[in-house]
């Protein structure tokens, strides 16, 4: 596998760009209708967060994975605590840069953040298709402990509170890629995350792509039950004659980080995205995995801190 480092400068921005690593399969052949998969981070992530960088040796196909703006190596404005529809904005630059190499983006993997604008861009890429009568090129999509239920971000923030009363702000003190990072959120900011809507993928999600839902059963972050409500959402659309499957899997000690986990993840997603290739694609809870050697999972408590 070849790694490559690409900047993709914003239509209407050129003081920023959106920094990635495209990892080719064969560098020597051309792009040109090859197809590729886009691997989304989560909030106050980075292009190798979590099992990011060790998920594309396991796919068969070319990925591209990158720093959303104002994370990792991607400059921007000041980072947002509900800023989705920049990191939407940000999807859409990705995915026409890769088409422009001649790609097809057939496959979209999310975790948490990244997973909700993953889905959303997914919905207006599908009707932007259709409306210049192009056909679909997303056929899978892996959601990663997606956030369905926004309002719930009120339990997890409610800390927050006594800083907002008495500094009108508060500073979250976490660290990105071994650094520390201060990200200041506004009580307004909660709100404007809890407003977010996420009914557009109820509406409006494409009826022919399979979709697999992967969620930690200890995950304090975003309840495992939404992961259920999305596996069973997306599995109604055979109702309405869509074809696309729900297969969801739960990992029975994770946190919403998978730490420990990566490679159950990252096998999930690989095996998963076989049975959509060969059209065996299993609807509802797939089989629990081998669950990974000791060995495995010391390398991913190691990557975890990263």
């Not at 959303?120 to 009568?133: L, N, T, V, Y």
């Amino acid at each position: 596998m070849h790694s490559s480092e690409h900047e993709i400068p914003f239509p209407h921005h050129p003081e920023w760009h959106i920094s990635g690593t495209l990892d080719r399969k064969d560098p020597g052949s051309p792009t040109a209708g090859r197809p590729i998969a886009l691997i989304l981070h989560g909030s106050l992530g980075h292009r190798d967060y979590l099992y990011q960088r060790t998920l594309s040796p396991l796919l068969p196909l070319d990925t591209f994975r990158f720093d959303f703006r104002s994370n990792g190596r991607s400059p921007g404005p000041s980072w947002q605590y509900a800023g989705f529809l920049a990191d939407v904005e940000d999807v859409r630059a990705v995915a026409e840069y890769l088409r422009g190499m001649g790609y097809r983006v057939v496959l979209v993997v999310g975790h948490s953040r990244g997973s909700v604008v993953g889905m959303r861009w997914a919905c207006e890429d599908a009707r932007a298709r259709r409306e210049r009568g192009l056909d679909a090129e997303v056929r899978g999509f892996a959601n990663i402990s997606g956030r369905w239920r926004m309002g719930k971000i009120y339990d997890i923030t409610r800390h927050m509170l006594p800083d907002f009363r008495s500094k009108g702000h508060y500073d979250w003190h976490v660290r990105v890629a071994r650094q520390p990072v201060v990200a200041r959120v506004h009580p307004g900011d909660i709100d404007a995350f809890a407003g977010y809507d996420t009914s557009i993928v109820e509406r409006e999600f494409p009826m022919d792509v399979h979709v697999l839902t992967v969620h930690g059963m200890r995950d304090q972050i975003v309840p495992t039950f939404d992961g259920v409500m999305y596996a069973r959402m997306f599995e109604r659309r055979r109702e309405s004659g869509g074809t696309g499957r729900s297969t969801m899997h739960l990992v029975e000690e994770s946190d919403h980080n998978y730490t420990g986990h990566f490679q159950e993840v990252n096998e999930t997603i690989a095996r998963w995205w076989r049975t959509v290739e060969d059209g065996t694609v299993p609807g509802g809870w797939a089989p629990a995995w081998p669950a990974p050697s000791s060995e495995t999972q010391a390398h991913d408590e190691g990557r975890s801190k990263l």
